[in-house]
């Protein structure tokens, strides 16, 4: 949702791991993405295989559920729309 603007506001001094564009990143980084956001078992190994050190997902996503619970990570920003985490 957001991560075509965070591209073309952060890049190149920050990488987005993934944005709406599903045709660029092809179906198995598509589902590694979905699966992370679902919460499914090993949700953290891509996180840390990428190096992803910041969160910016939707408050009621798995994800985000998962996240306030991982002492790994802190909470910085929450409204309505958007969640964010940064790794400790």
Known sequence: ????????????DYRIYIDGRADV???KLVEEFLEVRDGKPNWRGPLENHGIRTVLIK????????LREDSR???VFEDKQ???F???
């Open 73 to 75: 990570w802190r909470k």
């Open 59 to 66: 408050p009621d996503a798995a994800l985000a559920s998962l």
């Open 25 to 27: 990143y092809g179906d």
């Open 86 to 88: 940064v790794r400790q």
């Open 82 to 84: 958007s969640v964010v």
């Open 1 to 12: 949702m957001w991560g075509g603007y965070l591209i073309w506001r952060l890049y190149p």
